[in-house]
Nanobody, 117 residues
């Protein structure tokens, strides 16, 4: 059974930091591109950042220079370090795993991030 379990969300003031974690099980982790998406109320889900097993990354323009995605293939875990948070970063953040060679695409349950004073 595949599971992607996020943690680390919460309430933070503007300018603050949070670190999200996503622990994967039931997949061959290094055969997946791992990503973080977010969905704010009334908006579509959007890609925030993604990282390949080799460490190649890409980011949404809105988070470049503020967020850093990383992965630990030995721990089957992907991280999202979020700095200089803004109120517009408020959303539910979802972990995603896309297989390289097959159609498998998995989602976590989401974790709420709220940036507010």
């Amino acid at each position: 059974q595949v599971q992607l379990v996020e943690s680390g969300g919460g309430l933070v003031q503007p300018g603050g930091s949070l670190r999200l974690s996503c622990a994967a099980s039931g997949i061959i982790f290094n055969r997946y591109t791992m990503g973080w998406y977010r969905q704010a109320p009334g908006k579509q889900r959007e890609l925030v950042a993604a990282v390949t097993s080799g460490g190649n990354t890409n980011y949404a323009d809105s988070v470049k220079g503020r967020f850093t995605i990383s992965r630990d293939n030995a721990k089957n875990t992907v991280y999202l370090q979020m700095n200089s948070l803004k109120p517009e970063d408020t959303a539910v953040y979802y972990c995603n795993g896309k297989a390289y060679f097959t159609p498998e695409n998995y989602w976590g349950q989401g974790t709420q991030v709220t940036v507010s004073s």
